[in-house]
T-cell receptor, first 109, second 116 residues
């Protein structure tokens, strides 16, 4: 069974602070995706990382895929209240997405 | 282009009743996936279907749960004789293609099932 562990589970910070969310696994994935989920809605894809060591930037969000393709991180610079939500990583293997437990982020103004 | 649609958005059932959850994929998508999400947890894969075929049901409980994706109409996730432990949010996703690799799945808003 492939498992993805996310840390921290909960994070409450002030507007303007930086933060990093981690996604770790003992399994290798062909690629890894990050999603953001708002309350009462389905997850929305933010990024897919495919190559070990890959770094992708999406405005203030920086995503990194570990060299061994087992772990990933999401770094947010100068967090804003609009960044509040549940961040989920998901490993891609075959037809299936394996999701981590999520990190619930709250950014206070 | 409408996104993935799910209905109902909220469903309340008493123990022992049946729950039917419907999912209409995005236009042009023929691959559908069902996931279950318990409160404060990530999504757990249940089943992957193509039109008229179940491709992977490794995440489906062996009893009471079934899924279909007929040639015409939405995909249906059916839960018979519901129990309190079935209370969760059920999400459907669709993709334009399936198979291996980083296929982008588009998620619906989910159906929140509450079993009394």
């Amino acid at each position: 069974t492939q498992l993805l562990e996310q840390s921290p589970q909960f994070l409450s910070i002030q507007e303007g602070e930086n933060l990093t969310v981690y996604c770790n696994s003992s399994s290798v994935f062909s690629s890894l995706q990050w999603y953001r989920q708002e309350p009462g809605e389905g997850p929305v894809l933010l990024v897919t990382v495919v190559t070990g060591g890959e770094v992708k930037k999406l405005k203030r969000l920086t995503f990194q895929f570990g060299d061994a393709r087992k772990d990933s991180s999401l770094h947010i610079t100068a967090a804003q209240p609009g960044d509040t939500g549940l961040y989920l990583c998901a490993g891609v293997a075959g037809n299936m997405l394996t999701f981590g437990g999520g990190t619930r982020l709250m950014v206070k103004p | 282009n409408a996104g993935v649609m799910q209905n109902p958005r909220h469903l309340v059932r008493r123990r022992g009743q049946e729950a039917r959850l419907r999912c209409s994929p995005m236009k042009g998508h023929s691959h559908v996936y069902w996931y279950r999400q318990l409160p404060e947890e990530g999504l757990k894969f249940m089943v992957y279907l193509q039109k008229e075929n179940i491709i992977d049901e490794s995440g489906m409980p062996k009893e009471r749960f079934s899924a279909e994706f007929p040639k015409e109409g939405p995909s249906i996730l059916r839960i018979q004789q519901v129990v309190r432990g079935d209370s969760a949010a059920y999400f459907c996703a669709s993709s334009v293609r399936g198979g291996r690799g980083a296929v982008e799945q588009f998620f619906g808003p989910g159906t929140r099932l509450t079993v009394l």
